[in-house]
């Protein structure tokens, strides 16, 4: 039998990041809903994630925390859907991947309790420079391109389109035409609608 894949999430959360990535996967998986506060400080999931946030996912005996790594694991894991290019043309892709995690996540972040590093002192203090620099490396990575790592859809894709869409969802993110261009044709895919459909009934359900 193969090992039970768990994910734990809340459809408010990046765990939808990891949500999308499983259906992508095309790979048997269940979740357990994490609410936020107790729930997710409490002594059982803390031994999963020691952050007491989701996502995270156990697969069998192994645990697998942080959106990045859960979706560079599952691609690697499910190589079928292939959701990695080859290990040769992993450049962009790995590039990519961390880019958000090192510079758009903390950029967005900061940005949205209304602070960025303004002056070149300071700038030079983060990784990702000042939110303006991050997103400027975006625009151009992305104009034009549908794929931003290879010729096909793969998790770096999943993860760019995700933190685009969720950032100007809530305003936070400049709406611009090459990123709306970007992410429409992604977040449409039959997997990202199945996610969507699913969040919005667990929304209900909890209200």
């Known amino acids: 039998m193969a090992d039970e894949l ?11 990041m ?17 609410q936020f506060g107790p729930d997710m400080k409490s002594p059982d999931y803390l031994a999963v994630n020691p952050m ?13 925390t942080e959106t990045g790594a859960i979706l560079c694991y599952l691609a690697d894991v499910f190589p079928a859907a292939k959701l990695a290019p ?5 450049s962009g892709y790995y ?8 510079c758009c996540e903390p950029a967005m972040s900061n940005k ?17 420079g000042s939110y303006e620099r991050t997103m400027e490396t975006v625009a151009k990575a992305i104009e034009g391109r549908r794929y931003i790592a290879a010729d096909h859809f793969t998790a770096a894709d999943l993860y760019m389109a ?46």
């Open 6 to 16: 768990v994910l734990y999430t809340n459809p408010q959360s990046r765990g939808a």
């Open 18 to 34: 990891a949500h999308w990535m499983l259906e992508e996967a095309g790979c048997p998986y269940r979740m357990e809903v994490k």
């Open 52 to 64: 007491g946030k989701v996502p995270a996912i156990r697969h069998g005996n192994t645990v697998v």
């Open 86 to 90: 080859p290990p040769a043309e992993r």
């Open 95 to 102: 590039r990519w991947l961390f880019f958000v995690a090192g």
């Open 112 to 128: 949205s309790v209304g602070w960025n590093p303004d002056t070149p002192e300071l700038q030079v203090r983060f990784g990702y």
């Open 162 to 207: 995700s933190f685009l869409h969720w950032g100007m969802m809530f305003g936070i993110i400049e709406k611009r035409p090459a990123f709306e261009a970007y992410i429409a044709p992604h977040i449409a895919r039959p997997a990202s609608v199945r996610v969507q459909e699913q969040a919005a009934k667990l929304i209900a359900k909890a209200s």
